[in-house]
């Protein structure tokens, strides 16, 4: 899951060292399915609904243990789903949700696959829908005619991909970066892997990833710890244990800088540049996030848009972020610019890289930094939706249940010496990959 | 399914077809310079839904919606201007001001109030529509004050500069092209409203025709921010862990010492009768076919206006959620999974406008189906439910949808601001709120059928065509293009 912002944390904070913030925090409660999937709920009484999102390791990242030159595997399978289960055909199976009022989502990246369900608490309204997303999730039929229907959509929706510069770019680059390895490969598919496909295919990747050991369930709403055991145990009882996805290979990192340059009929030129980052867990993790806030995570506050955009005007966004995945996801560099302008733009961006990593961030950059982190950690977990977003990845990447806790102090022990240090260490302006898509003059 | 909304509907029809603000009714927020309009100044109410609301003595609206779930506050800012508000020449100049906004007052220098909200831990924006201009921050509640504090300042001491202006009138231009010029979809949006309205002033993007954008001086805003940035031209929204009166106090110490000024209604440009279908093709470098097509269609505020029975627009709406309200609905069962004519197709319709809109369809054809194709499918299902009303069976989901929204938006304090800043800014009034629920559920299966009759017609259709051209770069042609999104600073 590329997720651009990281999580932080609850409870206790000590905001700008002025106020002290006493924040409810809120209460992670963990188990286990008896059939093996974990569990993360948390108990929100002030609406009276529910969310409840499964997710499994069924990402694309898996598509290659189906078979060579298969991507879109994974995409296909999460949107079969709902096409047809347990006798009831794509219409029923929507309807049966809208009936009660119920949103149903599904979806499927590199790492995570997902569905999720949002109704109204009252079990009227809620338990058929529990019950929906039971047989979706595990009676799926896989009919030839959707198959073939929704394989034709997403052909479709490759193609839409070839008509924006953001899409290629981004297609390119982690073709480039990750090279063998399977983040290499989009989501969608490309136009050969989508020849390639079958319905047996869905069916084995089906069998092999949908299952409980593979999965994590997150709630959130208003339920006791009881109703959520028993919600939690119902909705995954019909799924086999199986085993949980194995680890992803390593990611070898570029040896040299590379930049490629893809001529399109654009006003402007789109340009990712970016390496190889970290995943989950990595040891510089809170170091690196820090680092990036000030470089150009942060938005208005961040040094790319001060130097790129409010000092010269020359473009509209400009960022930088690392994804921190399974496996170790890319630190990215995103720029939009005029054509005639690129070269000026690419010149900033460099030379601020470079300076970043030699240097460091200030001083007041990186308090700055920690304020709006610290000051910000309320506004991450204002509401249910983004609480079971997060449940899911503390679940999914099995990050400690304090992590959320322990998050504003993991940050606020860095200090200029260690950024440096590991921006330095990790940060290599010598061996970034560049991609373009642009018209050249 | 697996691409839900692969149409561009929502990310158009939603943020773009825009919703508009209300000058054509004096008496609601025409005030004098002296602002004696106001009789009861500042004594407060609460509604049903636990809305405060307060008029300050210059004329500016105070809406507080208390959420204490969380210890996070939103305020919004909200000015009736917006590009609904603009003439021939200036398109675009409501944006590039909401731009200027962040660039410095008589008490701050440029960047400096984004740098003391970022510092609270706080995040801010701004977004321009047809009908409005608005302002946000989201914070921690403990930090509103430095919020109502700065937002007041720059309602009236604004400080435009040259320097800043001749760079941010770039980043201006760069937006148009990422959000327009380089997208298929929102260039054929575009030219699909202009082609749409005759006179109205909707027919105007967002962002401002590129020509109008080369040609922006800064004389053009100064003009711009004296005309219409005054408190009885705005409403300040705060939702979330405040006590409203708290925020009462706050709003008169800031907000309260500010002058109002001598509003002009802008002129009605109300839209003539169409008289017969108008068609347009949009030919750039793009890879799949994508077809628009919009009925002009009256929104709450007309109606009120002209106190006609606001039943139509309810009707509308559950129309619009029998075609498009969900992956059972008409146009995903029978374009996309029966006949699979679509890849994707959609309908959508927006009530809260200052001035009549459109009903929007949109799509995209499946490999070896034709855009008119897709038309004709479409227009299939418009005829259908014009012969028959839908069934009991859709009617009660759409109503299910719409009553189960009503309790999912509360986990949005954000959202709700935004439903209260939109309502009183097109000049409907936020009290509107309270009622959506009851008028819908009150919609019956004839109505749906006869709001369907009256308004879908053929005489009163706008289709725009995206004909896509090749993207080899070998074969140079020279394209212009333009279009334009809500979307801020």
């Known amino acids: 899951m590329v997720i651009k912002k990281s999580l932080i944390a609850f409870s206790l904070l000590v905001v700008n060292g002025i106020s002290t913030l006493v924040f409810a925090s809120p209460d992670i409660q963990h188990w286990q399915t008896s059939n093996g999937a974990g569990v993360y709920f948390v108990p929100s009484n002030d609406i009276p609904m529910v969310d409840v999102r499964v997710v499994f ?33 794509a219409q029923v199976l929507a309807e049966k949700f809208e009936a009660v009022g119920a949103s149903f989502g599904n979806g499927s990246l590199k790492d995570m696959a997902w569905l999720s369900v949002r109704s109204l608490r009252d079990d009227k309204y809620l338990q058929p829908a529990l019950i929906n997303l039971k047989n979706i999730l595990s009676f799926p039929e896989f009919h030839k005619a959707s198959f073939k229907r929704e394989l034709e959509r997403l052909k479709i929706s490759v193609k839409a991909g070839k008509q924006s510069p953001s899409t290629i770019a981004s297609l390119r680059f982690y073709a480039e970066l990750y090279g063998e390895h399977p983040y290499s490969q989009p989501s969608q598919g490309t136009d050969e892997s989508l020849k390639n496909l079958k ?114 005007g020359l473009a509209y966004s400009t960022y930088s972020y ?71 990845v503390i679940g999914f990447y099995d990050l400690p249940l304090d992590y959320l806790d322990t998050f504003v102090d993991s940050v606020n022990k860095q200090d200029k010496k260690k950024v440096d240090d590991a921006l330095k260490r990790r940060i290599h302006p010598d061996k970034m990959l560049t991609v373009i898509v642009g018209a050249k003059n | 399914m697996i691409l839900k909304k692969y149409s561009a509907l929502f990310a158009l029809a939603g943020l773009l077809a825009g919703v508009s603000a209300c000058q054509t009714n004096p008496g609601t927020h ?125 309602m009236r001491h604004l400080q435009l500069n040259e320097d800043e202006f001749k760079k941010e009138i770039e980043v201006i231009k760069e937006e148009r092209r990422s959000r327009t010029d380089d997208k298929p979809t929102s260039l054929t949006y575009e030219r699909f409203n202009a082609a749409a309205f005759i006179n109205s002033s909707y027919q105007q993007p967002i962002i401002g025709w590129m020509e109008d954008l080369h040609s922006m001086r800064l004389e053009d805003l100064s003009q711009w921010y004296k005309t219409w940035y005054a408190p009885n031209n705005a409403t300040l929204v705060v939702a979330g862990d405040v006590d ?31 008289m017969g279908e108008r068609r347009i093709a949009v030919k750039v470098p793009a890879k799949v076919p994508y077809l628009l097509m919009g009925y002009k269609v009256p929104v709450l505020k007309s109606l009120m206006d002209k106190g006609e029975n606001e039943s139509d627009i309810y009707a509308l709406e559950v129309l619009a959620g029998v075609l498009d309200g969900g992956d059972s609905s008409r146009l995903s069962q029978r374009l996309v999974r029966e006949a699979e004519i679509a890849t994707s197709a959609g309908a959508g319709y927006d009530p809260y406008a200052r001035q009549q809109t459109l009903f929007l369809f949109d799509g995209s054809p499946r490999d070896g189906h034709s855009v008119k194709e897709l038309e004709a499918a479409i227009k299939k299902q418009i005829v259908a439910i014009q012969n028959k009303p839908p069934s009991r069976q859709e009617l009660d989901r759409v109503k299910a949808q719409v009553m189960a929204s009503s309790v999912y938006e509360k986990d949005s304090v954000f959202y709700q601001a935004m439903q209260l800043g939109t309502l009183e800014t097109v000049g ?62």
């Open chain 2, 244 to 274: 409203p009166q708290q925020v009462k106090k706050w709003a008169e110490k800031y907000f309260g010492v500010l002058q109002p000024s001598d509003i002009a209604p802008p002129k009605p440009r109300r839209e003539v009768e169409q």
């Open chain 1, 322 to 392: 690392f994804s921190p995945m399974h496996a170790p996801g890319p630190f990215m560099i995103g720029l939009k610019t005029r054509n005639d302008q690129l070269d000026e733009a690419m010149g900033i961006i460099g030379v601020e890289l470079n300076k970043y990593v030699e240097q460091g961030p200030g001083v007041g950059e990186l308090e700055d930094s920690l304020k709006n982190i610290t000051g910000g950690f309320p506004l991450r977990i204002d509401s249910n939706k983004k609480i079971v977003e997060y449940l899911s």
């Open chain 1, 199 to 312: 319905l047996k295919h869905l069916k084995a990747f089906y069998k092999q990833f949908y299952v409980a050991k593979n999965a994590v369930v997150s709630i959130v709403g208003q339920l006791t710890t009881e109703e959520a055991k028993k919600m939690a145990e119902d909705l995954l009882a019909d799924l086999s244990s199986g085993q949980r996805a194995k680890k992803l290979p390593a990611v070898k990192e570029l040896s040299e800088s590379k930049t490629i340059h893809i001529d399109f009929p654009s006003r402007q030129s789109s340009v990712l540049m970016g390496q190889v980052g970290m995943a989950r867990g990595d040891a510089d993790y809170y170091a690196l996030y820090l680092a990036n806030h000030a470089f150009g995570g942060s938005g208005f506050g961040s040094r790319l848009m001060h130097e790129v955009r409010e000092k010269r």
């Open chain 2, 428 to 489: 409907v009034g936020w009290q509107k709120k309270d009622d959506y629920l009851k008028k819908i559920q009150q919609v019956t299966a004839e109505q749906v059928q006869a709001v369907a009759k009256k308004y879908l017609l053929d005489d009163s259709l706008t289709v725009a065509v995206l004909e896509p051209q090749p993207t080899d770069t070998t074969k140079p042609r020279s394209v212009r293009r333009a279009t334009g999104g809500r979307r801020g600073h």
């Open chain 1, 57 to 89: 390791d069924a990402g694309s990242a898996r598509d290659v243990e189906v078979g060579k030159n298969l991507s879109g595997t994974a995409l296909m399978t999460n949107g079969l789903l709902a096409e047809g289960a347990a006798g009831d055909d």
């Open chain 2, 30 to 154: 025409l005030q004098t310079a002296s602002g004696k309009a106001v009789q009861t100044a500042s004594e407060s109410s609460v509604s049903e839904s636990g809305v405060y609301s307060f008029m300050l003595k210059n004329g500016l609206k105070v809406l507080v919606k208390p959420d204490h779930r969380s210890p996070v506050a939103v305020s919004q800012v909200w000015y009736k201007v917006g590009a609904s508000y603009e003439y021939d020449g200036v398109t675009g100049v409501s944006h590039a001001l909401e731009h200027m906004m962040f660039k410095g007052t008589e008490n701050l220098k440029p960047g400096e109030f984004s740098e003391i909200i970022a510092a609270n831990g706080g995040s801010e924006n701004a977004f321009t529509g047809k009908d409005y201009t608005a302002y946000f921050q989201r914070i921690s509640s403990d930090r509103l004050e430095l919020c109502l504090k700065h937002e007041a300042d720059r």
